[in-house]
Each structure stands twice: as structure tokens, then as C-alpha cells.
């Protein structure tokens, strides 16, 4: 499975972005896709996630209520809008997928695909 991440830029604190994450190849009912962000010198944090069917979303406390994960079936496409956004949410923004998912993992380490990378820098 290759997954492709777009969509960071610059925006200015209280702004919104949408991102995106396309997927091509196999995946299952009950696989995942999560968001994590990273900046330097620090460990990847999840951001959200989403099951490939039903509806089950998650997301990191610190991101609730301001950022929206959704996902569109016939696109193979996973989105994270951010609304209200933080300085403190710069960072390289990654999707990634979690094949064969149980359950949604907060763990980046369960997640076996991964996206480029796309920055997200939030500043005025």
C-alpha cells in the first residue's frame, strides 16, 4: 500500500487546513488510518485516526474539537481538517495505515505504511 499525504502550507494562528491522504493498493474492512505529526527532536504524536469502514474515529485530546478526520470510500482518500489552529500544532504532518487494525492505535509503531510528510506551520 503507498499512501500520498498534501495539503500543509502556512497559515496563520486561528486559520484551517485540510489534508489529504490517497491510497493505492490493498487494504481491508478493518484496517486504519492514522495522522501523526512530529517536530524536531521529539517523538511522533498521534494526531487521529479512522477505521476504513463503520465509523469509528479517534483522536488526540489535543486536537479534539478542532480537527476532523473523515474519509471518502470511492476516492480511497483519508482528510484531517484543522480548524483553530495553534502555533503549537507546526509539525511535519504523516498519515499512515494500520492493515489489519483491531482496534485504533495510538502507537505509530503499529502502523506499517507511511506517507511523505507534508508541513504544517502555523504562524502570523
Known amino acids: 500500500v503507498q499512501l500520498q499525504a498534501s495539503g500543509g502550507g502556512l497559515v496563520q494562528p486561528g486559520g484551517s487546513l485540510r489534508l489529504s491522504c490517497a491510497a493505492s493498493g490493498r487494504t481491508f474492512s478493518n484496517s486504519a488510518v492514522g495522522w501523526f505529526r512530529q517536530t524536531p527532536g521529539k517523538e511522533r504524536e498521534f494526531v487521529a485516526a479512522?477505521?476504513?469502514?463503520?465509523?469509528?474515529?479517534s483522536y488526540a485530546d489535543s486536537v479534539k474539537g478542532r480537527f476532523t478526520i473523515s474519509r471518502d470510500s470511492a476516492k480511497r482518500t483519508v482528510y484531517l481538517q484543522m480548524n483553530s489552529l495553534k502555533p503549537e500544532d507546526t509539525a511535519v504532518y504523516y498519515c499512515?495505515?494500520?492493515?489489519?487494525?483491531?482496534?485504533?492505535?495510538?502507537?505509530?509503531?503499529?502502523?506499517?505504511?507511511w506517507g511523505q510528510g507534508t508541513q504544517v506551520t502555523v504562524s502570523s
Open positions: 499512515a495505515l494500520d492493515l489489519a487494525a483491531g482496534r485504533i492505535s495510538y502507537n505509530w509503531k503499529t502502523y506499517t505504511s
Open positions: 479512522i477505521r476504513l469502514s463503520g465509523t469509528t474515529t
